[in-house]
Nanobody
Framework: QVQLVESGGGLVQPGDSLRLSCTAS????????MGWFRQAPGKERESVAG????????YVADSVKGRFTISKNGAKNTVYLQMNNLNPEDTAVYYC????????????????????WGQGTQVTVSS
């Protein structure tokens, strides 16, 4: 089994930045595809960003492109989400996800690609 633990959430003002981290533990002898999803109150979960097993291929949702960046510590199973110029619409619980399958531009945003999920970290953007 694999456990994912997110950190870095919090309350910030519009225009601020936050960096989320997620580390996998447990059965981590392999490198995993990792991603970030978010769910705002009353809304469905949506994909935010994904990164391939080696940390080379990255994908970001159009809604956050230019503001959010995903990165991975090479083949190690730690993923980061750098979020800049945050706005109230970014308020949500952010979930880290991981899985052994490879990702490409056509599937990175599909939650079924990911087998393991974290408990989530709250990000609130408010003035």
């Amino acid at each position: 089994q694999v456990q994912l633990v997110e950190s870095g959430g919090g309350l910030v003002q519009p225009g601020d930045s936050l960096r989320l981290s997620c580390t996998a533990s447990g059965r981590t002898d392999s490198s995993y595809t990792m991603g970030w999803f978010r769910q705002a109150p009353g809304k469905e979960r949506e994909s935010v960003a994904g990164v391939g097993r080696l940390g080379i291929s990255t994908y970001v949702a159009d809604s956050v492109k230019g503001r959010f960046t995903i990165s991975k510590n090479g083949a190690k199973n730690t993923v980061y989400l750098q979020m800049n110029n945050l706005n109230p619409e970014d308020t949500a619980v952010y979930y880290c996800a991981a899985g052994p399958k490879g990702i490409y531009s056509g599937n990175w945003n599909n939650s079924s690609v990911y087998d393991y999920w974290g408990q989530g970290t709250q990000v609130t953007v408010s003035s």
